[in-house]
């Protein structure tokens, strides 16, 4: 084998690897997958740098979310009504429903990175970090926003 050929081999292998961690899809993504507060809740407890205040509007928040992914890069959002009740003055946050597009850039037997466009922050890249088959979660808080040490778990709803 002289040289050229050496070189070609160690570069067709480093394309292999590239592609096998890229993929345009992944089967652990499909189907519909809820917040789950409990996981969430405990998280923040131990880990996060909340105030009382903050603590107690996302345990309020969190565990109503529910994503639903297809097989063609597309998951439906829905977020329903919600009161989050703070002592001084109850807050209302508006539910909404959407179709969202993505792409996954990147995988492995951990993450899965997706990107997808914001209609308020652009184009974003969101990391699942897979506890197990039917759990994930996702750091809040990048972006510009301060650094709370924050996650949202979700479930798999079956």
């Not at 969202?100 to 974003?124: S, T």
Request: charged share 25%.
């Amino acid at each position: 084998m002289n040289k050229k050929q050496s070189y070609l081999i160690i570069v067709l292998f480093f394309i292999l690897i590239l592609a096998c961690g890229c993929a345009h899809t992944d089967p652990r993504l499909y189907g519909r997958w809820r917040s789950n507060n409990e996981l969430s809740t405990e998280y923040y407890e131990n880990n996060a740098k909340l105030n009382d205040v903050q603590m107690n509007a996302l345990t309020q928040i969190f565990g109503k979310m529910e994503i639903e992914y297809f097989n063609h890069n597309k998951c439906k959002i829905v977020l329903p009504d919600n009161i989050i009740h703070t002592g001084e003055k109850n807050i209302e946050i508006k539910g909404f429903e959407d179709i969202m597009k993505f792409n996954i850039i990147y995988r492995n037997e951990d993450i899965v990175v997706i990107l997808y466009d914001d209609p308020l922050q652009g184009e974003i890249a969101t990391i699942l970090n897979f506890v197990d088959d039917d759990t994930y979660w996702i750091y809040l808080g990048g972006n510009g926003l301060i650094d709370l040490n924050t996650r949202e778990y979700f479930s798999r709803i079956k």
